[in-house]
C-alpha cells in the first residue's frame, strides 16, 4: 500500500510510491517538486507588490516583471502598469525593471528621464552579466547561447555589444566566427534546456577546441532542478502538462525535456481550463508540473480539474529540495529593526 500524505487538495489523494507504466491500474497524477516560483520570480513579484505598498499605484514596470500572465494580470489590477519601453514612463516616476534583467543603455535612458529605479533584475543573471563584462575587458569573443528576441539575452549581450555573438541552438553553429581562438569563451541565458545547451557548446568546440567555459553554470539551479524532475517522472507518464505561459522560456523547455524523456504527450496551460478532455483519453499517469514564474495556485487548479476526471491519485516525484532566497532589492528593503 502507498504511504498517503495529505496535500490539501479538495478530492485528492496523494501517496509517495513509485511505480512503472505497468503496474498502474488507476488514473493517478505524478506531481514534480520542485516546480514553480524560483527564488528570483519570488523577489521580482515581491518587489512590484512592495513597490505598490510603499509608494501607491501607479507603479511602472518595464516589461512583464516575470513571463506569466496571471502574475502580470494580478499586479495589473493592483496598480501595475506594464510598458515596453522606458520612454513610456512619466519624468520622475517609478520604474521596476523586470527579473529578465537590462542593457545598460537602459539604465542610461531611466537617468536621463529622472526614473526612481527599483531593479529586480534576478541576481543570477546579473552575475552572466558580470562574466560578460569581464570577459569583454579582457577582449574575448563571447559566444551567448540563447533564444534571439529573448529579454534576458538582449539585456546580457548589451553589456558588450562588439563583444557577444548570438548562437540560437546547434544548428546557429556553422555561422559563428571569432577573431582569436585563445580568446572565445560561451555563456548562456539562463532558462535552456541543459542537453540542448550542451550539444550547441559540444559542436562549438569542436570548431574551437580551445573553447572556454563559463567560471560556472549559467543555466540556473531552478531551470535544472525542474528539468531533472520531469526527466524523473516523463517516462511513467502518457501525458505531461506543464503550467505556464507561451513566453516563458523554462516553461516551454519542460515540455521538450517531458517529450524527450518519454512522455507520449506534453502540453503547455496558463489555467485549468486549457486543458482539452481529449488529452486524457485513454491516459492513466499524467505528470504535472510548472515554470519557474508560475504561482502554486494555478497548480492547485489544475490538480482539481484533473481530480473532476478522476485522476484523484497525486503521487510526488522529488528530486531536489529548494531553500534558495534573495534579498530584495536595496530601495524596497524593508529597514532593519
Ligand atoms: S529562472 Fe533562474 S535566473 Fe530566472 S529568475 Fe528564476 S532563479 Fe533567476
Not at 545598460?104 to 529586480?120: C, G, S, Y
Not at 548562456?188 to 550542451?198: A, G, N, Y
Request: hydrophobic share 40%.
Amino acid at each position: 500500500m502507498p504511504s498517503t500524505i495529505n496535500m490539501g487538495i479538495p478530492g485528492a489523494a496523494s501517496s509517495v510510491v513509485s511505480g512503472g507504466r505497468s503496474e498502474s491500474l488507476s488514473k493517478r497524477v505524478l506531481l514534480a517538486e520542485p516546480r514553480g516560483y524560483c527564488a528570483g520570480v519570488d523577489r521580482a513579484v515581491e518587489t512590484v507588490e512592495r513597490a505598490l505598498e510603499k509608494h501607491g499605484a501607479p507603479v511602472y514596470v518595464r516589461h512583464e516583471i516575470v513571463h506569466n500572465r496571471h502574475v502580470v494580470e494580478t499586479l495589473a489590477k493592483a496598480g501595475a502598469i506594464f510598458v515596453d519601453e522606458t520612454d513610456e514612463v512619466p519624468e520622475g516616476a517609478i520604474v521596476v525593471f523586470s527579473a529578465h534583467g537590462v542593457a545598460p543603455t537602459v539604465h542610461q535612458t531611466a537617468a536621463e528621464r529622472d526614473l526612481k529605479v527599483i531593479d529586480a533584475t534576478c541576481p543570477l543573471v546579473t552575475k552572466v552579466h558580470n562574466e560578460a563584462k569581464r570577459f569583454a575587458r579582457d577582449d574575448y569573443d563571447i559566444l551567448l547561447i540563447g533564444h534571439e528576441g529573448h529579454e534576458e539575452v538582449i539585456g546580457t549581450a548589451g553589456e558588450a555589444p562588439d563583444h557577444v555573438q548570438l548562437v540560437d541552438g546547434p544548428d546557429a553553429v556553422d555561422n559563428v566566427r571569432i577573431r582569436d581562438e585563445n580568446k572565445v569563451i560561451w555563456l548562456s541565458q539562463t532558462t535552456l534546456s541543459v542537453d540542448e545547451t550542451m550539444e550547441t557548446v559540444r559542436r562549438l568546440r569542436e570548431k574551437f577546441p580551445t573553447l572556454q567555459d563559463p567560471p560556472s553554470d549559467d543555466i540556473c539551479y531552478a531551470t535544472q532542478n525542474r528539468q531533472v524532475a520531469v526527466k524523473a517522472m516523463a517516462p511513467e507518464c502518457e501525458l505531461v502538462i506543464v503550467v505556464g505561459s507561451r513566453n516563458s522560456s523554462n516553461s516551454v523547455r519542460l515540455v521538450e525535456v517531458a517529450l524527450n524523456a518519454g512522455s507520449d504527450a506534453a502540453h503547455l496551460v496558463d489555467y485549468a481550463e486549457d486543458i482539452d478532455p481529449a488529452w486524457l483519453d485513454g491516459v492513466t499517469t499524467i505528470g504535472v508540473t510548472s515554470g519557474a514564474s508560475v504561482p502554486e495556485i494555478l497548480v492547485r487548479g489544475v490538480l482539481e480539474r484533473l481530480a473532476d476526471y478522476g485522476y484523484d491519485t497525486v503521487q510526488p516525484v522529488t528530486t531536489a529540495n529548494e531553500t534558495l532566497v534573495f534579498a530584495l532589492p536595496r530601495e524596497i528593503r524593508p529597514p532593519r529593526s
